[in-house]
């Protein structure tokens, strides 16, 4: 019976992968991989390791939760190093948490090697520090996409607009003109500052800069697409200052 570990391969930038997440992949019997996992990253696998995409992405999905983790097992049973690789954190809205349980209970060992989520990388790269102390002491990380049967109905956005100086958002392009309205009726002001980062630290990264009363006009305007995260709050304006010191 083999392993399986569950690798945050980050955000995207080769550079932020961890060693110990490099070392797992170049020493790997299988390889099972996210949507967001970058070239770059995927590059660093052992050309002899089995590779196979269980990519999820809105509407289209190679793999569904179910058959992901019986691949898990199955692969387990007769291959040592099992790699299940992850964008971001396996634990940070990764379904790193799910898998885990899932591989426990069917009598599989398993370890997660942690990684770097995107909604820290990705605004730093973007000249974003989610915490400074003229203009946020607190940060929310929420996601604003959810799946159904989740253990409430919803994110609770009266109390995300009022819980922390700095709110980061994971996928939420696709509902931000519900997530603009709940955070606007929550009390949020329109003038507050937003930032949506597309692709953080890849190449292509892009970002894409204005206030919440107005972004999603904005958004239709340029067709700005996921993915990217949303960082909302003061420490947006720190952008214009910070923006031309992004890491290479």
Not at 29 to 44: C, E, F, G, R, W
Request: charged residues 20%; aromatic residues 4%; proline residues 6%.
């Amino acid at each position: 019976m083999g392993k399986v570990y569950l690798v945050g391969a980050g955000p995207g930038d080769p550079g932020l992968m961890t060693l110990k997440g490099k070392g797992l992949l170049e020493c790997a019997d299988v390889v099972i991989y996210d949507a967001l996992v970058s070239p770059a990253i995927l590059a660093m696998i052992n050309p002899q390791a089995e590779q196979i995409n269980a990519g999820k992405r809105m509407g289209r999905h190679s793999l569904l939760q179910e058959e992901t983790t019986h691949l898990l097992i199955e692969k387990a049973q007769d291959r040592a190093i099992v790699v299940r690789l992850k964008g971001g954190d396996p634990f940070i809205f990764g379904r790193g948490g799910e898998e885990m349980v899932d591989l426990v209970k069917a009598g599989i060992s398993v370890e997660v090697v942690p990684g770097i989520t995107s909604g820290i990388a990705a605004p730093a790269y973007a000249g974003i520090p989610l915490t400074h102390r003229l203009h946020s002491s607190s940060v929310t990380f929420v996601t604003g996409h959810e799946s159904a049967g989740k253990y409430r109905p919803q994110v609770n956005w009266q109390a995300i607009a009022h819980g922390s100086e700095t709110i980061v958002i994971y996928m939420g392009i696709h509902n931000l003109p519900y997530i603009v309205e709940q955070l606007s009726t929550a009390g949020l002001s329109l003038e507050t500052p937003i930032a949506l980062v597309r692709w953080g630290t890849r190449p292509e990264q892009e970002e894409l800069i204005g206030e919440l009363g107005t972004i999603v006009e904005q958004v239709e305007k340029t067709g700005f697409e996921a993915p990217a995260i949303a960082v909302i709050g003061q420490v947006v304006n720190m952008h214009s200052i910070l923006s031309e010191c992004r890491p290479v």
